[in-house]
């Protein structure tokens, strides 16, 4: 059930300040499971499930890292601005999908050839502005009948598939894995307590819907879910992320070397005496790198208690991410177990 839902949110397509593909697949899912639902002005979902008076706020963003059309060049190749945290040389020849008519147009992402490029060009790194996107056509009137034109959407195309065991790649598992985590915990949860589950926009350019949310909503504390950089593989070290895949979600203490979130010691205590109590397998995570919609939400008001949950997964803000589909179904019975009770607040 895990891997469906996971392949159908990772399959879909949707960049900051785009979402709405994800938000209908999430509707749908949710529909049975929740009370209300509702879109705020900024595109956040948030779905309700109604209980007493303490509330608890489930954050998951619905957005990927991406491309958007920035101009067309006289020829029809197009030049792109990033949206989130690309590394450049991982869009160099990538296949690419971009939304800008009734039917999605494909194009690759192209640039200088290494057959002639001179000893100079070989050492430098690639960057953005030396690619394009050609997507066939011989001038911008072409691209523009095909419905292609300045703030056009560009995503990658790429599918799930499985590999060995219960593991799994595709895109946009940053956060379609969280997306994953929210939508199945809502399908299992017995909770006395109101729980707002939301599925926020714009987390990969600023935490922008989680800020919002979070603020309309004003909950008593918040968990955020998301994925984490697990230290499993080479080209890095335990030092750097004492994370392992297989080996149940992190829990976080403080993320982003303290710039970030510096979690809530009564959120931690609560999860890990559940995982404790539960016999569920968990990890505990002090990271140096990035953060999440925690920060955001901690910081809001008055101040959200917080932490985040994450699930391990290698090769984030890239088309080929790899989780293990295990991990995912430990955070949620996490989640389930714990929202049967309340932080220590």
């Known amino acids: ?146 419905g292609i034109g300045v703030g056009t959407p560009i995503t990658i195309d790429r599918e799930l598939v499985d590999l060995a065991g219960s593991r799994v790649t595709g895109k946009a598992f940053d956060n379609r894995v969280g997306v994953t985590q929210l939508i199945s915990t809502m399908q299992q949860l017995d909770t006395p307590h109101t729980v707002y589950a939301v599925c926020t926009v714009q987390e990969e350019v600023g935490l922008k819907g989680a800020r919002t949310s979070a603020f309309t909503l004003d909950p008593d504390c918040a968990i955020a879910l998301d994925v984490t950089i697990p230290g499993d593989h080479p080209g890095i070290e335990k030092k750097q992320s004492s994370l392992e895949m297989g080996k149940g979600a992190g829990i976080t203490i403080v993320d982003s070397s303290g710039r970030g979130l510096i979690a809530s010691r009564a959120m931690v205590e609560w999860l890990t005496e559940t995982a404790d109590k539960n016999q569920i397998p968990y990890q505990l995570e002090v990271g140096a790198g990035g953060t999440t919609d925690a920060t955001a939400i901690y910081l809001t008001k008055g101040g959200i208690p917080s932490t985040t949950v994450s699930v391990p997964t290698r090769y984030i803000h890239s088309p080929v991410e790899v989780v293990d589909l295990q991990d995912i179904d430990s955070s949620v019975s996490l989640l389930v177990q714990a929202l049967k009770g309340k932080p220590k607040l």
């Open 1 to 146: 059930m895990v891997r469906k839902l996971l392949q159908k949110l990772s399959n879909a397509h949707g960049v900051s300040g785009c979402e709405g593909s994800v938000s209908d697949i999430v509707r749908k899912e949710l529909k049975s499971s929740v009370d209300e639902m509702m879109s705020d002005t900024l595109g956040n979902l948030i779905a309700v499930k109604k209980g007493d008076g303490f509330s608890v706020m489930l954050a998951a963003h619905m957005d990927e890292i991406g491309l958007m059309v920035k101009y067309i060049d006289e020829k029809g190749f197009i030049r792109f601005v990033t949206l989130g945290g690309w590394y450049a040389p991982t869009l160099y020849n990538q296949r690419v999908v971009l939304y800008g008519g009734k039917e999605p147009v494909y194009g690759v992402v192209g640039g200088k050839p290494p057959h002639v490029m001179d000893d100079d060009e070989r050492k430098k790194p690639l960057k953005t502005e030396d690619m394009f996107i050609d997507i066939g056509v011989n001038s911008p009137e072409e691209a523009k009948k095909m």
